[in-house]
Each structure stands twice: as C-alpha cells, then as structure tokens.
C-alpha cells in the first residue's frame, strides 16, 4: 500500500539549520504520498518537513530492527530503533501518536 507506513525521515531546520534524523515519519493521509507530517526543531521550535526519506531499513543489514554491529552502525547511521521526540512532532500532537 502505497504512502502509508513508517518512514525514515531526514530533517533540516529552514530557520536555523539544525540537522536531525527520525525514524517516525509518516504520511499525512495515503492519499498524499510525499507530504509528511512536519517536526519541529529542537533549538528554534520551527516546524520543518523532511528534505529526504527512506524506506525505514537498515541499509547494511535489510532489517527494520537493526542487527548490525555497534562498528557496522557507526558507518551508516541510519537506525530504524532512533528514540521519538513525540513532543517535536506533529502527528503525535495531533491525536493520533506514533507509538501507541
Ligand atoms: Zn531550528
Ligand atoms: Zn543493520
Ligand atoms: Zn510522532
């Protein structure tokens, strides 16, 4: 199914160009792929849209919980198990949270 499900989302702040990566990304409804739920940034509280999204896997091993090593990881960062910061984010705030 298409636009639906988890992402892996990578975020830079428009206003003061913090970076930060989230494993809870998702669609804003399945009828609009490509249009996620924003974050907001941590330092200046602006809400920003994901610049980059993946398929929520890790790229070294295929797994969605990641079974690489602590070196493998080190490599490439992307990490599926990443903690939510559902007070930055948008789909959490809005009723229906990413975690239940
Ligand atoms: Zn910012
Ligand atoms: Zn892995
Ligand atoms: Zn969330």
Redesign the pocket.
């Given at each position: 199914m298409p636009g639906t499900g988890r992402r892996y989302g990578f975020f830079r702040?428009t206003?003061?160009r913090?970076q930060w990566e989230s494993a809870y990304v998702f669609c804003v409804s399945q009828w609009s792929d490509g249009e996620y739920y924003e974050q907001d940034?941590k330092?200046?509280n602006?809400a920003c849209s994901p610049y980059k999204v993946e398929k929520l896997k890790c790229s070294k091993c295929g797994q969605s919980v990641c079974v690489c090593s602590r070196a493998e990881k080190a490599e490439r960062h992307t990490d599926p198990n990443k903690p939510h910061r559902s007070d930055l984010c948008h789909k959490c705030q809005s009723g229906s949270p990413c975690m239940d």
């Open positions: 702040c206003n003061c913090a940034c330092k200046c602006t």
